[in-house]
């Protein structure tokens, strides 16, 4: 399939505002005698659309958006049963668009014990972990032999400053195979039941892009398994029954929804499971649009040669295109870097750069195939050696001829440097930054990565500046999709400490609503239905008690969600929210 090449008007160094405008929906007012469904009015409506900021009234009919503008034009729009909504001091926007995350991740683990620091969790400790899990086991009753598993422990908070163990682990239970996920989702830790269960001991061996830590100079486990050696235990969420992962599916749609999001993103599921997501969109459709993004690291090639994306959703579904990841997680530090860290992992060599998790020839392979027939891809990318990986495999899958209109994604981002930015215009590459980072970790990074690297992460400034197009994400479950505390983290970048981590990278809260809202659906190929309140658009919405540019930027993580409207349909509805007089 061949990729058309862009217009000029939507080539490297543009602004969003072009970007937005490239394609505009266009539809008819209502026929005579039809009537809008809902109207709202009054408050502050910021459209996100550069060609009318702002509006007096909204309507809606159906899935649609039929009406954007000033009240008197909207009066031949009410009807007898048409509701209308006096927003008063609130905000409506456009639904919010999750640029990266996992939603099928999310939904396992919204049943696993939660073993995260303050404030998503309530873990400050190694004892702390094992007694969140010895009280698992008995409120729920677990039989011995039957995993018992948590998700969200940050050794970089814990007061011992360092990853649980075996040993640890032990101390929860010798009679269950225990095994706990790193806020990361890079590294697990298994207690010793659980690597006898999955067959992990002395005499094993480090998979590719990944590697089991030892006790000491022995080759004996210590429980602590990074990046591909954790998928053994990451891979015991996918063992309840059809109906429990549907139900768990279909509670996060809700959870999504709570934070505004009305587009939400799957960048880890696996290519087999496909069918079963799409069965149960066809069942009944998801409240929320869901875009997939298979995992295809493992994938053969003559595999990945037939693989295709899809344009339109089906009952609140699509593949939208495909995942490859080449490193780990600054957090973890794991993630991969052309220059040591300033502190590494405990034992780690003053030289380390830790590692890339796929080939990079074997990458080059498959993103050369995948654009090749038109399939987008996001390629996850943390340190500044992984994101020059990822540039090399666009621009050799283009064999340098004209470029196409490819959008490839940069996930995370974390690390790039100035001079990356610029080839990401020139290839065309979208970075889409896990702004969030400053606060979760900002104090950690200064450690791992000193000021000069650290203070830089996520360079939305240095991209604003370049005309370079971004997207913001929480990459969810690694941290909640709280898109207020994202905007929040994006324009303040304080530490949990206080510290700012780089003023000179803040972005505006404009900046930082337009990286999730019409920058993100322009990122999903969707800008012509999605990202701002405009006449044609899908009716996905947002109602917030406040605006987000008229409040002081430090209370925008304060601001609650009343209302998320997806395709037209109430999908979150906070009780307070019922009088908006």
């Not at 939660?114 to 404030?119: G, I, M, R, W, Y």
């Not at 094993?204 to 080759?219: C, F, L």
């Amino acid at each position: 399939m061949t990729i058309a090449p862009m217009s000029t008007t939507c080539l490297g160094l543009i602004t969003i505002a072009v970007l937005a405008g490239c394609e505009q929906p266009v539809e008819p007012a209502l026929p005579d005698g039809e009537y809008a469904d809902r109207v709202f009015r009054g408050g502050s409506i910021l459209t996100m659309d550069p060609g009318q900021p702002s509006a007096e009234t909204v309507a809606i009919r159906g899935e649609r958006i039929v009406f954007v503008g000033d009240d008197e034009e909207a009066e031949a729009l009410i009807g007898p049963d048409t509701r209308i909504e006096e927003l008063g001091s609130q905000a409506l926007l456009p639904g919010l668009i999750d640029a990266h995350g996992h939603f099928g991740f999310t939904a396992r683990l919204l049943s696993l014990v939660n073993l995260s620091p303050p404030p998503v969790g309530p873990v400050v400790s190694i004892e702390d972990i094992v007694e969140q899990l010895r009280a698992d086991i008995v409120a729920n009753e677990i039989p011995p032999g039957a995993w018992v598993m948590g998700y969200g422990y940050d050794d970089s908070l814990l007061e011992e400053r360092r990853h649980p163990t075996r040993e640890d682990l032990d101390r929860v239970s010798t009679e269950h195979p225990v095994g706990i996920l790193h806020v990361s989702g890079h590294l697990a830790v298994a207690n010793s039941a659980a690597l006898d269960a999955v067959s992990i001991d002395a005499s094993s061996t480090n998979p590719p892009g990944g590697i089991i830590r030892r006790t000491g100079a022995s080759q004996e486990p210590n429980g602590v398994l990074e990046e591909t050696a954790a998928y053994a235990v990451m891979g015991q969420l996918a063992k309840g029954s059809p109906e429990e992962f549907e139900s768990q599916l279909r509670k996060a749609a809700g959870y999504y929804a709570s934070f505004g999001i009305t587009t939400a993103q799957d960048a880890s599921v696996s290519p087999d499971s496909i069918a079963f997501f799409k069965s149960i969109a066809q069942k009944q459709p998801l409240p929320i649009d869901v875009a997939a993004y298979p995992v295809l690291n493992q994938y053969p090639l003559q595999a990945v040669e037939q693989f295709r994306s899809e344009s339109t959703y089906t009952h609140g579904y699509r593949v939208a295109g495909a995942k490859l990841s080449l490193d780990g997680s600054p957090q973890g530090r794991t993630a991969w870097l052309s220059e040591p860290y300033a502190e590494g992992p405990e034992g780690a060599d003053p030289d380390y750069v830790a590692y890339p998790t796929l080939d990079p020839e074997s990458y080059k392979s498959i993103a050369a195939v995948l654009l090749g027939n038109a399939v987008p891809i996001l390629v996850h990318a943390n340190g500044d050696a992984a994101i020059d990986l990822m540039m090399d495999g666009v621009e050799d899958a283009f064999d340098k001829t004209a470029l196409p209109d490819h959008r490839s994604v940069i996930i995370h981002a974390q690390l790039m440097r100035e001079d990356q930015l610029d080839r990401a215009s020139e290839l065309g590459c979208v970075p889409s930054f896990f702004s969030a980072h400053p606060f979760f970790w900002g104090d950690w990074h200064r450690a791992s990565f000193g000021d000069e690297r650290a203070l830089n992460i996520s360079p939305i400034r240095s991209a604003e500046d370049r005309g370079v197009p971004y997207t913001i994400h929480n990459d969810s479950p690694i941290v909640p999709p709280d898109m207020m505390r994202l905007v929040w983290a994006t324009v303040n970048r304080e530490t949990r400490s206080g510290f700012v981590l780089g003023a000179h990278q803040r972005a505006s809260v404009r900046d930082a609503l337009n990286a999730i809202t019409q920058t993100a659906a322009w990122q999903y190929f969707e800008e012509d239905r999605k990202g701002s309140i405009t006449t044609g658009k899908q009716a996905d919405l947002v109602i917030l008690d406040r605006d987000p540019l008229a409040v002081d930027p430090e209370s925008i993580k304060d601001i609650r969600i009343l209302e998320t409207i997806a395709r037209g349909a109430t999908v979150f509805l906070r009780a307070s929210a019922n009088d908006r007089s």
